[in-house]
């Protein structure tokens, strides 16, 4: 008789670690005895200008969206997010539906729900290497294969990687390295996932800190225009 599972967790699952952040300061407060308010944080992204409401132009006031949210704390919310899925169309410029918008709890919710609805068990991913561990973790979470070619060698990547792949990661700007590609760059590279049916998931959750001009979020409309079916996905940090 084989021996019982003491857990009913998928065995692969058994074996993972929880992918590793920064940003951990009172972790690291607690392990070497620092005071949080001693510790400079370069471990994580940050935004350095501040909230919105820092800034009077933005017509912003904090104590009046308390005050009309106040009364509907206690409702359920519209799941639509019509309102938010408006603002955040606004937000990401023109050429981008609210249709398109899908909210989510943080990039890592994104990712999640992405690689839930599209990875099969046994799936190859390309996670161009170093970037973002999320992408691996849930990745490895639905049984998938990460392949790990070199940041510097996406331009340049096989026929064969590609017909292989079911997706490709894209951080842009890439995290950690910061290194930021161009329109043109991920246009080329979106063609080429098309011909191959590989999807394409362009993270651009710090683009706004870059440089805005070379987003692609309006990309999805112009590649439906074209009959493809390559998906680029934007995730969107924090909107006000």
Known sequence: ?????????????????????????????????????????FSANFNPLGSPFDYPETGLNFEDIIKKSYGKLLEYPDNRYVEFREAAARFVGPGVAPQSIVPGNGSTEIVRLVVESMIEKGDIVLLPWPTFGEYEMQCRIMGAKPVYPA?????????????????????????????????????????RCREHKTLLYVDEAFIELSDPSQSVADFLRIMIMSSSCVPLQRTLQSLE
């Open 151 to 191: 940041q510097d060698e996406i331009n340049t990547l096989s026929d064969e990687m590609l017909e292989e792949a079911k997706i490709l990661f894209i951080c842009n700007p890439n995290n950690p390295t910061g290194k930021l590609r161009s329109r043109e760059e991920l246009k080329a590279l979106a063609e």
């Open 1 to 41: 008789m084989s021996e019982q599972r003491s857990v009913p967790l998928r065995e692969h699952l058994l074996a993972l670690k929880p992918c590793r952040h920064g940003g951990l300061i009172q972790e690291t407060s607690e392990t070497y005895g620092i005071p949080e308010n001693e510790i400079l944080d």
